[in-house]
């Protein structure tokens, strides 16, 4: 099993930069892809940004496509979320997870992936 634990959450204004980091220990990291969702107030989980086991594909929901970045870097165990050009409706609990099964790519539901971080708030204000 692996244990993820992101950090990196705060208050920022709109047009601000956040970069989270999600650090995994347990099973193998470098074979599953890893994926960012997030969760508003009164809303359901959504599908953020994903990242293959490789770090080759990258995909990414069309409401941050273009300013968010994910990337990975396998040798520290770690994947990251770059959001820039912030905006309050991306204030969320963002939460990153790993693949319910290895060397799987472009995966986007919920159910895809198995093992969660605690989450960590990200605050945009206008």
């Known amino acids: 099993q692996v244990q993820l634990v992101e950090s990196g959450g705060g208050l920022v204004q709109a047009g601000g930069s956040l970069r989270l980091s999600c650090a995994a220990s347990?099973?193998?990291?470098?074979?599953?892809?890893v994926g960012w969702f997030r969760q508003a107030p009164g809303k359901e989980r959504e599908f953020v940004a994903s990242i293959s086991w490789s770090g080759t594909r990258t995909y990414y929901a069309d409401s941050v496509k273009g300013r968010f970045t994910i990337s990975r870097d396998n040798s520290k165990n770690t994947a990251n979320l770059q959001m820039n050009s912030l905006k309050p409706e991306d204030t969320a609990v963002y939460y990153c997870?790993?693949?319910?099964?290895?060397?799987?790519?472009?995966?986007?539901?919920?159910?895809?992936?198995?093992?969660w971080g605690q989450g960590t708030r990200v605050t945009v204000s206008s």
């Open positions: 347990g099973r193998t990291f470098s074979n599953y892809a």
């Open positions: 997870a790993t693949d319910a099964l290895p060397f799987r790519v472009g995966r986007v539901l919920i159910s895809d992936y198995n093992a």
